[in-house]
């Protein structure tokens, strides 16, 4: 398991005065060090230097926007998520919220870090079907086997139909 890293070494990170932080800082730590370790998969820092600092910058990142958010917690949790006045929308969410999506946070060392140590059986995909893409083949012994198609093997039926339009049309002038 990670350990998360000390109050001091977010003081260091963010140059803001150790003294500064409310009780609330080592429990943003611990947070952004399980959210690290759930999204990439990993139990231990990486061997190397170079990785080992990634990781403890991007949950360091991610512990100060924690801990910045945590003010504004009651705002967020209002049932009104988005809004749009005039031609400006916004929606409210967290940095935490996006990242345990997989979607990119914004943050510099988070989003870095997420691409270069994620291990490979990490997948993005939340859920989903190939039923229609997967066909089941018998052979003459009666054995079986199902593979999924291809591009050039799904089927290519006409719809039925013309589709005629233009992309961004625009009026035309004379």
Same mark, same amino acid.
């Given at each position: 398991?990670?350990?998360?890293?000390?109050?001091?070494?977010?003081?260091?990170?963010?140059?803001? =005065?150790?003294?500064?932080?409310?009780?609330?800082?080592?429990?943003? %730590?611990?947070?952004?060090? &399980? %959210?690290?370790?759930?999204?990439?998969?990993?139990?231990? !820092?990486?061997?190397?230097?170079?990785?080992?600092? &990634?990781?403890?910058?991007?949950? &360091?990142?991610?512990?100060?926007?924690? +801990?910045?958010?945590?003010? @504004?917690?009651? $705002?967020?949790?209002? #049932? @009104? /998520?988005?809004?749009?006045?005039?031609? +400006?929308? !916004?929606?409210?969410?967290?940095?935490?919220?996006?990242?345990?999506?997989?979607?990119?946070?914004?943050?510099?060392?988070?989003? &870095?870090?997420?691409?270069?140590?994620?291990?490979?059986?990490?997948?993005?995909?939340?859920?989903? /079907?190939?039923?229609?893409?997967?066909?089941? +083949?018998? @052979?003459? =012994?009666?054995?079986?086997?199902?593979?999924?198609?291809?591009?050039?093997?799904?089927?290519?039926?006409?719809?039925?139909?013309?589709?005629? $339009?233009?992309?961004? #049309?625009?009026?035309?002038?004379?």
């Amino acid at each position: 398991m990670l350990s998360a890293p000390t109050t001091e070494e977010l003081a260091a990170f963010t140059g803001r =005065d150790e003294a500064g932080f409310s009780a609330f800082a080592a429990q943003a %730590l611990a947070q952004a060090t &399980l %959210l690290f370790s759930v999204v990439t998969k990993l139990t231990e !820092y990486p061997d190397d230097t170079q990785g080992d600092t &990634l990781a403890r910058n991007a949950i &360091l990142e991610m512990a100060d926007r924690i +801990y910045l958010e945590q003010p @504004y917690a009651a $705002a967020k949790a209002t #049932p @009104y /998520s988005s809004e749009t006045i005039g031609s +400006y929308s !916004y929606a409210k969410g967290s940095s935490a919220a996006k990242a345990k999506e997989g979607a990119p946070t914004g943050l510099l060392w988070w989003d &870095l870090a997420i691409d270069e140590l994620s291990l490979a059986e990490r997948s993005t995909v939340d859920s989903g /079907s190939v039923s229609n893409l997967e066909r089941q +083949y018998v @052979y003459d =012994d009666g054995s079986e086997t199902r593979a999924i198609l291809g591009p050039a093997e799904t089927d290519t039926t006409p719809l039925g139909y013309d589709i005629n $339009a233009e992309l961004n #049309p625009r009026p035309r002038l004379g």
